[in-house]
Structure formats: structure tokens, C-alpha cells
């Protein structure tokens, strides 16, 4: 048996942080039959791990809205389960849930094809259980993915650690990064590297890590980075982050140390947005939109400290953290995003138009190097 997404069953039940079911990626694509399906060219994330170490729930918890409480009750997966994060988000992949069986010596499946176009494989290790059964399967995994891609990022969650005190947290995060480099080095695969991050579905971290990896594989991050650096420096802002509205991904942010508690902030700043705004926004009758060009709030905190969220786009918004001193200059502040937002559309154009250029000599994106596919329409 395997799970299946029923939409309609999920009402919005009013709170901050569960979007309307609506205002998300749309229906979930349900599941393929890997043998059969065809090979699609979007750029792929794989989630892979044992058995029950969370891999569906990360994928339903980060994608689809499912409050973390609901995923208790999700069934095994058995077969691979594409979904594509197409529908109304800028980020524009596939993601493969991985059955915790799956045996690497079954030659009905085709690793050629897994791993050629895969971007990054995400491998998830259930922390509040033993891992060494876990380790083993992660160095069989990497070493194989590699060997057929050696362009993969190899990203290792550490995952469930809502369970774990924090020295207990930090001592497992050291002792799983030390076996599995040994393992890599004793297999004579030192030139893997391999990311850890610390991952719950309970909190922002799961968020953050996807950010994260999301971002290793958009071309365009370090124009990106640059330019937030820009109007942080000419409006007095301290942290700005850039959005993915829907999936709470922040694509980018500026060179400062990202703080989880900032980022926990903007992104129940956006819950907020959202939340009002289909409350109390008007709704126009075919396309009720929650987050539109007129999209924008300022949030004046009792610490000082302001939040601004302004919309760059049909799916990006900027959210900025600033003294209040700072907020004086408003004006200044609206004219240095506009700089930013024609900045964006002109990155992005010039990626539409490489695309398009070379769509029509027939090369087809088979590169997680290519993530963002045609995902932003120039507002
Ligand atoms: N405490 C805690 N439990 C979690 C977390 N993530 C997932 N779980 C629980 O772990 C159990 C297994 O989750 P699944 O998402 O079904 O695991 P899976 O890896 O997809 O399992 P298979 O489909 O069998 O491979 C569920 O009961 C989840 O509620 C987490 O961050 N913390």
C-alpha cells in the first residue's frame, strides 16, 4: 500500500502557517511506476534513506502543506514516487521519494538514468535511531551515485532531532560526518564531499536545510547574493532573505551569517501575509490570488527591530529585517527595491533567453546545473 495525496479531504483550518491548501503547487502529482514512466528532463532532488527515517514526510511537510503532526500516519512507500515542484513556484524540479528497501543489486532498475540527471540526492538519517545500519547505506549509495554522476551534491540529513538534547545533537552530528568521511576514504573515495545538516520537521530547520540545498544548485546564486548585498548596504538593512513564497525556500540571502531565529521570523512573517491577505484580500472570481504585485508589509516589532516584506515577484518576495531607525528612510528603502526587483527581472530574462537559445538547437536540460527551468514569468 502507499499513500495517496487526497486534496480535497484537507481543509485550511485557520492558522498561521498552514497555507490554504490552494495556494500551494497544486495537485500532487500522485505516483509513477519508475520502469514506466518516461524520462523527464527537469532537474532532479532524490530523497533516499532507510526505511522510516522521514524521507515522505520531509517531502509533504517542505511541499505539500502537511502539518508535521499528519505525517504520522503516512503509509510506507514502496515504489519510487516522483513529484514535480512545477506548478506555481520559481524552483522548478523534480523530487524522487525512494522506498527504504530499495536494493542497489536489483537490476530492474535503471541507475544510469537515477542518477544521470539527478541535481542533488539528499541522503536522510533517522538520528534518534541506531545509524550504523544507516551509515553503510549511505556510503553504498553515494559511491555508486558518484560513479555514474560525479556532479551530484551529496547532502546528509541528520534527521529527527527534535528528540535529541543539544549535546546529544552536536555529538551525532560529529560522529556520523566522522564515520561516513572514514568510510568514504577507507572505499578510496576522498574526493567526495559530503554536507551535514541537522533536520526536524517539528521546526524551520527542515526549511533550511532544503533552502540550502535548493540553492547549491541555482546558477544565478552568487548575482543573487550580490545583489541583496547591494540594498542592504544602501537601505540600512541587516538581513534580507528572497523568498519562495509558496514552499518558504529562501532562494538567497546576503553574505551575513543567517541566524535560524531570522529566519524563523520572515518566514511567519510570510504566514502572516498570506493568511490576512486570503482573509481579507478582495477575491477576484477566477483567480483569487493571496500574494499578488500588490503584496507588501511592514511589521514594527517590540525589540526594535522591523519587518518588511515587499513582492518581487509572482512567486518571490524579499524580506528584509532593519532597525527601526532605520525605517525613517522609507522612501529610500522603495526606490532601492525597485532597483533590486529590475535587477531580478533582468537576471532572469537573460537565463530565459540562454534557454530559449538553446532549447532551439536541441539541447534539452538534463542538469541539475539548469534548476530553475523556465520558472519565473517577468512581472
Ligand atoms: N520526531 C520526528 N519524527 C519524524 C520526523 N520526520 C518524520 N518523522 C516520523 O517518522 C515516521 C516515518 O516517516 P516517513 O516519512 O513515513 O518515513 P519514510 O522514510 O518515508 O519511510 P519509508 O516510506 O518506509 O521508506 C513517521 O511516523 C513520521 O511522523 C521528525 O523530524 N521528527
Known sequence: ?????????VTFDGTAGSFPKDFGYGAFDGEHDI???????????????????????????????MSPNETLFLESTNKIVKDDINNSSFVQFQIWDFPGQIDFFDSTFDYDMIFGGCGALIFVIDAQDDYMEALNKLNL??????KINPNIKFEVFIHKVDGLGDDFKM???????????????????????LSFHL????????????????QKLIPQ?????????????NSAIEKSFLFDVVSKIYIATDSTPVDMQSYELCCDMIDVVI???????????????????QSSSLIKLNNGTVL?????????????????????????????????RNAIQQVFELRNQNQSALNSVGSPVVNGNNLIDGGISPT
Open 1 to 9: 500500500m502507499s499513500y495517496q495525496d487526497d486534496e480535497e479531504e
Open 221 to 233: 546564486l552568487p548575482v543573487l547574493e550580490n545583489l541583496l548585498n547591494i540594498v542592504n548596504t
Open 171 to 193: 555529538e551525532s552530528q560529529r560522529d556520523i560526518h566522522q564515520r561516513a568521511t572514514d568510510d568514504l576514504n577507507d572505499s578510496g573515495y576522498d574526493q567526495i564531499h
Open 308 to 340: 518588511y516584506l515587499r513582492e518581487v515577484n509572482k512567486f518571490l518576495a524579499l524580506v528584509c529585517i532593519l532597525r527601526d531607525d532605520n525605517c525613517d528612510r522609507k522612501g529610500l528603502i522603495d526606490y532601492n527595491f525597485l532597483c533590486f
Open 35 to 65: 520502469l514506466s514512466a518516461s524520462v523527464d528532463q527537469k532537474p532532479r532532488i532524490l530523497l533516499m534513506g532507510l526505511r522510516r527515517s522521514g524521507k515522505s514526510s520531509i517531502q509533504k511537510v517542505v511541499f505539500h502543506k
Open 199 to 214: 533536520t526536524s520537521i517539528y521546526d524551520h530547520s527542515i526549511f533550511e536545510a532544503f533552502s540550502k540545498v535548493v
Open 141 to 146: 549509495t553515494v559511491t555508486k551515485a558518484y
Open 275 to 293: 493568511d490576512v491577505s486570503w482573509i481579507y484580500g478582495v477575491k477576484e472570481e477566477q483567480d483569487p490570488a493571496a500574494f499578488d504585485e
